[in-house]
């Protein structure tokens, strides 16, 4: 529902600017920048918020409200400032909703195993998204912005009986999930019987939180800040890895439709590239989450590190593709192979949070998920605004084979690192 919210709304923004407001282009950005600003604060107040109060129920449910603001204000809005009123009341939403959204699948789930239930999540986002913009358009070609308006503001109203009534915290789930362990899935073991492999798996444990001695003798229920969560080597790669595929992914959303108007003369098919990126994204994720939960129980943790890897590695092989391309066909299957590499390193990092959290025995769910979201938000607005700055000047394959060969390298140089570190104290500990 939260994307939802977003997607409806995002579409028509343009042409409420550039045609009924006669603002420049450049606000387009401004428009951007401020939802990434309301986004980011947002994460950090719920993430703090709800680990403190250990509550997720109630801080939705004011939420609901909050997104009922947003879309009272959009039903109002004549003037440029309201739009972007709108816009930071609408980031700050999505960002509590997303943060507590993600720490309610490590409530709920306290093993080992939350790929594939991130994927899911995952899957209903595209969803969410591949839709929004196309009703969104439509409801705004019926009834200008107050078609869109009150729909945000129907399902806010929704949203806030669902919480309000009809939701369980998901903390309350948890206590009953851990008070009768039988109930849930095991934590990952290694599959065959030989006792040196599994000797090897219990001297490798600890691994996933191995990195401040503060994280590693977490007892159950301490509670850790933020820069504690931050000194954790698996919490910076996943965080690197997230800004990564979400910049890479907004430059492409942005350049991409771009390219198939300037080099293709292709402008009514301009928004196929957001189809063909979520239908794959949709259809992949919940493939990619499963795989990834099999991988890591046959394999142990540094397996999520490997499909990272891999993720990174074939990346910047379809960023070649993609910069290759000289017709319509190859370039949509870039976007379609992208969504596979983008999965790989995307999913495996999402879950990462609360795989470490719950094997820290901590109660700072929703304050991993929350540096999730801020990566997640700086990645969008960070690199895309480069990259557009980029092709004005270079024009297509330039910025995105250089912008995919630098994140994803220094993606893949954290991954390998972590691999390589991980096999050492292994090692180490093995006689």
């Known amino acids: 529902m939260d994307t939802l919210f977003y997607s409806l709304t995002v579409a028509m923004l343009p042409d ?3 045609n009924g407001m006669h603002a420049p282009k450049s606000a387009n950005g401004l428009v951007t920048t401020v939802f990434g600003i309301g986004n980011i ?31 009272a204000v959009f039903f109002c809005a004549g003037r440029f400032h309201e739009i972007l009123v709108f816009r930071t ?8 909703a997303c943060t507590l959204a993600f720490a309610t699948i490590g409530d709920v789930y306290p093993e080992n195993l939350l790929g594939f239930k991130a994927a899911v999540m995952y899957f209903g986002n595209n969803i969410a998204y591949t839709i929004g913009p196309i009703c969104g358009q439509r409801l705004f070609d019926l009834g200008g912005v107050r078609g869109p308006a009150v729909v945000v503001i129907a399902l806010s109203l929704l949203r806030f009986v669902i919480f309000a009534v009809v939701a369980e915290d998901s903390l309350v789930i948890r206590g009953a999930v851990i008070r009768h362990p039988a109930a849930a899935q095991p934590r990952c073991t290694p599959a065959s019987g030989d006792p040196s492999a599994a000797k090897e798996e219990a001297c490798g444990a600890d691994e996933i939180v191995d990195t401040t001695s503060e994280l590693d003798n977490a007892a159950p229920g301490r509670r850790m800040s933020f820069w504690r969560l931050l000194a954790s080597a698996p919490v910076v790669i996943a965080t690197l890895s997230i800004a990564s595929c979400m910049g890479i992914q907004g430059m492409l959303e942005g350049l991409v439709p771009l390219h198939l108007i300037d080099s293709f003369g292709r402008e009514d098919d301009s928004g196929t590239t957001f189809v063909i990126l979520g239908l794959s994204f949709t259809v992949l994720a919940p493939a990619v989450g499963w795989v990834l ?6 394999g142990g943790e540094t397996m999520r590190y490997v499909v990272m890897l891999f993720g990174a590695v074939s990346m910047i092989l379809d960023a070649l593709l993609l910069s290759l391309a000289r017709t319509y066909a190859a370039l949509m299957a ?3 192979l992208f969504a596979l590499t983008n999965l790989c390193m995307l999913i495996p990092a999402v879950s990462a949070y609360g795989d470490i959290v719950n094997a820290a025995g901590s109660d700072a769910m ?11 938000a700086v990645g969008s607005a960070v690199i895309p605004a480069i990259a557009s700055a980029l092709y004005s000047r270079l024009g297509f394959a330039a910025p ?31 006689p």
């Open 16 to 18: 409420v600017l550039q």
């Open 41 to 71: 604060v947002g994460c950090a107040v719920s993430g703090h918020c709800s680990d403190r109060l250990r509550n997720r129920r109630a801080m939705q449910t004011l939420v609901s409200l909050v997104y009922m603001t947003a879309g």
């Open 89 to 96: 009341i609408n980031g700050f939403a999505s960002g509590v």
């Open 293 to 298: 939960d099999a991988t890591i129980a046959r």
């Open 334 to 336: 870039g976007v379609a």
């Open 366 to 376: 929703a304050r991993g998920y929350a540096i999730a979201g801020c990566a997640w």
């Open 400 to 430: 995105v084979m250089g912008i995919s060969v630098a994140a994803c390298t220094a993606s893949a140089a954290a991954f390998l690192g972590h691999i390589g570190r991980r096999w050492y104290l292994r090692r180490k500990c093995l």
